[in-house]
């Protein structure tokens, strides 16, 4: 098992959340195929959007329905401070995992986050378990609650 999926078993453990975290048979880079492996509608797959804040120059992430898009404007609205692309140093300096498998837990700074309201519309997600290999199911609220994330709408 990669560290990366260690570090979210053990936040889901910390939370007291006994979760399986599957490894699908092929990645799981897109929403779409992340729904087909685990057989849920598109919209129950959590997408980790990370951009970058460019006046505080950390990360900031967002947490959205697999078939929602962020709205760049309404992001930036919600963060206070214009927002551009996170390259991929940044994202593993502060999440520690690589793109294409960011969890929305375990990451090894704290990061602010937001939650798209149309996962709420579900008693189970699906969110990615630290590569583009792995995916756990959680219910929306213990998301919120482990992440933090404000429910707000930022997307089109």
Known sequence: MSKSVKRVRAALEAAGLDVEIVRTPDQTRTAQQAADAVGCEI?????????????????????????????????AALTGEPL??????????????????????????????????????????????GTPHHVFPIAPRDLERLTGARVAGFTE
Do not use: C, M, Y
């Open 43 to 75: 919209d129950q797959i959590v997408k980790s959007i990370i951009f970058r804040g460019e006046t505080s120059g950390a990360a900031i992430l967002f947490l959205t329905a697999g078939g929602n898009r962020v709205d760049d404007a309404k992001a």
């Open 84 to 129: 551009g692309r996170a390259d991929a140093a940044l994202v593993r300096a502060q999440t520690g995992f690589a793109i294409g498998g960011v969890a929305p837990i375990g990451h090894l700074s704290p990061i602010r986050a937001f939650l798209d309201p149309r996962l709420t519309a579900f008693e189970t997600v699906w969110a990615a378990g």
